[in-house]
């Protein structure tokens, strides 16, 4: 359990957390009564062996899974006491996702790509931002070309872009490197931590490398559904050791 943050503004929290499947015998507890708190402004990465629980900590962070007991906030708002429509709007008005498949629309361009969620959103972001967030992609001379006109990783900064568009709250970040080699992947990682520093996001990735991991402020380790080690500001090395204490 992490101890609580106080005097900063936090994106995200997970309180006392649990994630149960299955009953009696067969039971498994993906989360065990776990507490985090995501600072706003900072670029974390949960990490952890198989099975530790690190997918189902962002899947009930992002409001895209419940929890069994315990209580998950956006900013102040707690989601579990939302109804499925209002989860449903909290998740497109201020949470941005990122995915190892990229998802991007194939009949719309990169540029379309980047600006739907002004468009599917209640309210429109400053053009000035959705402006600034295109320079950063670093792909103005592609913008009018279709997902499958552009490489893997010019794909995945029209999806890292996207999410930033909509101006959310906290991005989550599901292995977005996972698809692309390691030069290509540095490279959206770079983008990602500029976009922390530059633009003021707040992001939360899952990733199993360590490489990966070290772009981050913070590493947060699970095993058994518990957070078990937290490191600010890690080498790549340290990281791998961590790993290895913890048997992955």
Sequence with gaps: MTKPTTGTSLAARAVEASKVYGSGETVVRALDELSVDLVSGEFT??????GSGKSTLMHCLAGLDNLTSG???IGDTDISELSE???????RDRIGFVFQAFNLVPTLSAQ?????PRQLGASAPPELWVEKVVEAVGLRDRLEHRPNELSGGQQQRVAVARALAGQPEIIFADEPTGNLDSKTGGEI?????DAVRDLDQTIV???H????????DRVVFLADGRIVQ???APSADLILDTMKQLGD
């Excluded at 429509?85 to 998740?91: D, E, G, I, N, Q």
């Excluded at 379309?112 to 739907?116: C, G, K, V, W, Y």
């Excluded at 490398?209 to 981050?216: L, Q, V, Y």
């Design 45 to 50: 990465a949960i990490m952890g062996p198989s």
């Design 71 to 73: 209580k998950v906030f």
């Design 85 to 91: 429509r209002a989860l449903t709007l909290l998740r």
């Design 112 to 116: 379309e790509n980047i600006t739907l």
């Design 189 to 193: 990682l770079q983008f990602m931590q």
């Design 205 to 207: 990735m899952v990733t």
């Design 209 to 216: 490398d360590p490489s990966a991991a070290a772009h981050a």
């Design 230 to 232: 937290e490191l600010a």
